[in-house]
């Protein structure tokens, strides 16, 4: 899959500039890089996918707990460091992030771009509606709307309610959360008589798991929130803010190319995937000097398509290659069953259980009603699943607020192991 000359030039160009500096005091990146031909002379890069070994998380975990806190995947001293961040550990251990002021400001252009594509301008009044903790994306983005010019309106530290009336008041037009909370403020909205449809939000930028990118998700949000657009987007603590979506190409996610070099590999093979195809997704941050990472296995599960703007992933982030589960010989990805489920706008919440402890595994999913749902909504939901999966799986109904709602990202699957 050929990327535009012009765009390969840029990248090899960012590469050398990369390799050159780190290959210089960073221990972690001497050590993997020795002797492998990959270097600030790089011919092409042809030569960096062949020679270049990956990078994973559990390789990057290890170097932190042997090396505490930060680890040594740093180029320089760490008194240059000035931002500290950290995953949320919803896929194994935590893992702590440094960036200079440089790599900071990097970080910062990349989210400009997000809001610029999705048309976000100094007229427009930003809201953040999530605690500020530890994780880069919150604090990025907050920080990058500010660069843009858009009044940023920050919204931690309260409950749902306190947002909404917040957001109402100061007739916000731009609403930043995971495609979850979008979702539980129009609920939160609906339950104290907030009238939405007196909102000035017009563009709902989401992130932090999959959905803007899923038609039904992204349908549900806008209908919930009258006369808005969603914008999708998806980034890492470990690498930054990676992709942006256009107001004419919903379903795609562009790459930032000049800032990052991306690769879509078969998962077994480690060979590239072709056009169309579905593949893990592998990065390499060409401006983050300070903690770069080289060729990162991401274990998201992306399709690969070609523009004239370079790569783009059809239908955003499909899944996780370790969030799959295999019922009865079926596939079952989190993404697929969250679009299924949300057809049914009957359906508050839920939860998909899956128990590993006997020779097959079985899986059982409770919802939560709205209150105007049916008698039939969990036949209703079986049948609807039956008809995606070609599988039997069992519904059951629980209580109104039974379940829990998620400001964050969502972790509607539990695994009894």
Known sequence: ????????????????????????????????????????????????????????????????????????????????????????????????????????????????????EAGVTTSDRAIFPFSFGPFLGFWAAFEAAQHLGALSIPAGGMGSLQRLQLLMQQRATVLCATPTYAIRLAEAAKEHDINLNKSQIRKIIVAGEPGGSIPEIRQRIEELWPDSQVFDHHGMTEVGPVTFQTSDEPDLLHIIHASYLAEV??????????????????????????????????????????????????????????????????????????????????????????????????????????????PNLAEQTEAALRSQFLLRIPVNVVPENALPRFELKAKRWNKVT
């Open 1 to 116: 899959m050929a990327y535009p000359e012009s765009i390969e030039q840029t990248q090899l160009h960012h590469l050398r500039e990369l390799l050159g500096v780190v290959l210089q005091s960073n221990f972690f990146q001497q050590s993997k890089l020795r002797n492998c031909g990959v270097d600030g002379n790089l011919d092409s890069l042809e030569t960096f996918f062949h020679c270049c070994p990956f990078t994973t998380k559990d390789e990057l975990s290890v170097d932190q707990t042997s090396s505490p806190p930060y680890g040594t995947n740093l180029t320089y001293s760490p008194d240059r460091y000035t931002r500290f961040c950290r995953t949320s550990g919803t896929t194994g251990q935590s893992l702590v992030w440094l960036d200079r002021h440089e790599d900071w400001q990097w970080m910062l252009h990349n989210w400009e771009i997000v809001f610029h």
């Open 265 to 374: 590999l078969d998962p077994k093979t480690q060979q590239p995937v072709p056009e169309g195809e579905t593949g893990e997704l592998i990065l390499t941050t060409l401006g983050r000097f300070g903690s770069p990472l080289l060729r990162y296995r991401t274990n998201d599960l992306v399709r690969p398509v070609m523009t004239p703007r370079g790569m783009a992933l059809q239908g955003g982030i499909l899944g996780r290659i370790d969030d799959m589960v295999i019922i009865r010989g079926v596939n079952l990805h989190p993404a697929a069953v969250d679009a299924t489920l949300r057809k049914i706008p009957d359906i508050a919440e839920y939860q998909v259980h899956i128990d590993t402890t006997s020779a097959l595994t079985e899986i059982h999913i409770d919802i939560e009603p709205s209150p105007s749902a049916p």
